[in-house]
Each structure stands twice: as structure tokens, then as C-alpha cells.
């Protein structure tokens, strides 16, 4: 069964939320939607871990809800603007490290798809015996990845 979505400690839901936040001010929906995209799908942080490190964020005044409608945005304070300067670099390497993972699953995506597009020609064209090999070359192929990952 393929992994799931990344789990992340509590420090980078954190981490997250403020880096996005000193972009502009956002929801706890938004920052779900945005730290998704950010890092291709890799990481679906749930609303159980971010609405309460937004009130925890909140209570050490380091952001604030802003809004009078049903949505309440949240806006860096100038404590939560000096902790963003004070740690940029920390806030760079949580986005490099997504950017490089979607960068090296961008490959496998792409072969995946190729393989899939013959293996559909092959249920619609092949005959017995191409569909025989096929499904040799393919059990052949199946052991073969799951020996690298044995590595």
C-alpha cells in the first residue's frame, strides 16, 4: 500500500503557518488548501492540527484572527513579523524541502503515466500471447521495484 500523506511535528505545522502568513493573512481552511499545494500533495496537514496551533499561535500573540464575517483570517503580529525575520532560514528549508520532493516525483509520474498508456493499448490490442508476455514482463517488473526498495 502506497504511503499517505506526510505527517509533520507539530513545530512544522507551526513553521507553516507562519511562513504563509507573512504573505498574507489566510484562513485555517486556506492554510490547509496552501501547505498542501505547497508541497505537491505530499503534506494534507488536518484541521486537528491546524486550528489549534493557530489559537496556540494566537494565545503567544504572534498572530491575530482579523475579519468581522463567518471567516476569520489571521495576520502576523509585530511579535509574529520579528519571528519571521528572526528565522527565515528555518522558514526556507521547510519549502526546499518539498520543492526538492516534488521535483524528484515529478520523474516517476511521469513514467507511471507512459505505463499506464501502454497498458491500456495492450487490454485493447494485444492478443493471448502479447497479453501473456505483458503480464510476465510485468510480475518481472513488480519484483524488480520492490527489490529496490528492499535496498
Given at each position: 500500500?502506497p504511503?499517505g500523506?506526510?505527517?509533520k511535528?507539530r513545530?512544522?505545522?507551526?513553521?507553516a503557518?507562519?511562513?504563509?502568513l507573512?504573505?498574507?493573512?489566510n484562513?485555517g481552511?486556506?492554510l490547509?488548501k496552501?501547505?498542501?499545494?505547497?508541497?505537491?500533495?505530499?503534506?494534507?496537514?488536518?484541521?486537528g492540527?491546524?486550528?489549534?496551533?493557530l489559537q496556540?499561535?494566537?494565545?503567544?500573540?504572534l498572530?491575530e484572527?482579523t475579519?468581522?464575517?463567518?471567516r476569520t483570517?489571521?495576520?502576523?503580529t509585530?511579535?509574529g513579523k520579528?519571528?519571521?525575520?528572526a528565522?527565515?532560514?528555518e522558514l526556507a528549508?521547510?519549502?526546499q524541502?518539498?520543492?526538492?520532493?516534488?521535483?524528484?516525483d515529478?520523474g516517476?509520474?511521469?513514467?507511471?503515466?507512459k505505463l499506464m498508456g501502454?497498458?491500456?493499448q495492450?487490454?485493447f490490442a494485444?492478443?493471448?500471447?502479447?497479453?501473456?508476455k505483458a503480464?510476465e514482463?510485468?510480475?518481472?517488473t513488480?519484483?524488480?521495484?520492490?527489490?529496490?526498495?528492499?535496498d
Amino acid at each position: 500500500m502506497p504511503p499517505g500523506p506526510q505527517r509533520k511535528r507539530r513545530g512544522d505545522v507551526r513553521i507553516a503557518i507562519l511562513s504563509l502568513l507573512s504573505e498574507q493573512p489566510n484562513n485555517g481552511y486556506g492554510l490547509i488548501k496552501e501547505i498542501t499545494e505547497r508541497s505537491g500533495g505530499t503534506w494534507y496537514p488536518s484541521p486537528g492540527s491546524i486550528y489549534p496551533t493557530l489559537q496556540q499561535l494566537v494565545d503567544e500573540e504572534l498572530i491575530e484572527p482579523t475579519g468581522e464575517d463567518k471567516r476569520t483570517d489571521f495576520q502576523l503580529t509585530d511579535a509574529g513579523k520579528e519571528w519571521v525575520q528572526a528565522h527565515t532560514e528555518e522558514l526556507a528549508t521547510l519549502w526546499q524541502g518539498a520543492n526538492a520532493r516534488i521535483k524528484a516525483d515529478a520523474g516517476l509520474h511521469e513514467s507511471i503515466a507512459k505505463l499506464m498508456g501502454v497498458i491500456h493499448q495492450l487490454r485493447f490490442a494485444a492478443n493471448d500471447t502479447q497479453r501473456a508476455k505483458a503480464i510476465e514482463t510485468l510480475d518481472e517488473t513488480r519484483r524488480a521495484l520492490y527489490a529496490i526498495l528492499a535496498d
